[in-house]
């Protein structure tokens, strides 16, 4: 069975600070992992993918997140946190043909 | 940029009551899928459908659901007899590709309401 766990549901930082938000997952097939990003009154929007290869992907707007198969996480980070960053962060695991996702994190950031 | 519409974006129903939500995939792309999110909780596989037919469907589709394309544009999903418990959020998805490293794109949700 495929599982994803993302630690915290809540995270708030300053802006300007490094954002972490953690994704764990647990499955019987090679992942392929996905971070989705969903801002107030809109749909889900895609920030990264990881398939297969190099283990640290680039995003869309500043973000990055590495696949540490040993660790079996996925964790998303962002250098320095912008205002218009707010919003809900989905870490979801595909190893079939469906979607598996996180509890979301709501990050926000203070200025 | 191509995206995913769905309607309505909120729809309060009493129980019983047969509820359609609508959503009309980006046009070029032949998969199809519904996810829910009850508040609070996971976002969660409901359904994926392909050359009119389902693909996959999870424990949560049952009888009481339905999809289908009736006109090559528009995916529906019906629910027949709404439960207090169906009260969520439902994402209609599409893709051009399927399998693992297809990209999912969603639309922005139609919160459904059952009293």
């Known amino acids: 069975a495929q599982s994803v766990t993302q630690l915290g549901s809540h995270v708030s930082v300053s802006e300007g600070a490094l954002v972490l938000l953690r994704c764990n997952y647990s499955?019987?097939?090679?992942?392929?992992l996905f971070w989705y990003v969903q801002y107030p009154n809109q749909g889900l929007q895609l920030l990264l993918k990881?398939?297969?290869?190099?283990?640290l992907v680039k995003g869309i707007n500043g973000f990055e997140a590495e696949f540490k198969k040993s660790e079996t996480s996925f964790h998303l980070t962002k250098p320095s946190a912008h205002m218009s960053d707010a919003a809900e962060y989905f870490c979801?695991?595909?190893?079939?043909?469906?979607?598996?996702f996180g509890g979301g994190t709501r990050l926000m950031v203070k200025p | 940029e191509p995206e995913v519409t769905q309607t309505p974006s909120h729809q309060v129903t009493q129980m019983g009551q047969e509820v359609i939500l609508r959503c009309v995939p980006i046009?070029?792309?032949?998969?199809f899928y519904w996810y829910r999110q009850i508040l609070g909780q996971k976002v969660e596989f409901l359904v994926s459908f392909y050359n009119n037919e389902i693909s996959e469907k999870s424990e949560i589709f049952d009888d009481q659901f339905s999809v289908e394309r009736p006109d090559g544009s528009n995916f529906t999903l019906k629910i027949r007899s709404t439960k207090l418990e169906d009260s969520a959020m439902y994402f209609c998805?599409?893709?051009?590709?399927?399998?693992?490293?297809?990209?999912?794109?969603f639309g922005e949700g139609s919160r459904l309401t059952v009293l």
């Open positions: 990881y398939t297969t290869g190099a283990t």
């Open positions: 998805a599409s893709s051009r590709d399927r399998g693992r490293t297809g990209e999912l794109f």
């Open positions: 979801a695991l595909n190893a079939g043909n469906m979607l598996t």
């Open positions: 499955s019987s097939v090679p992942p392929y």
């Open positions: 046009s070029n792309h032949l998969y």
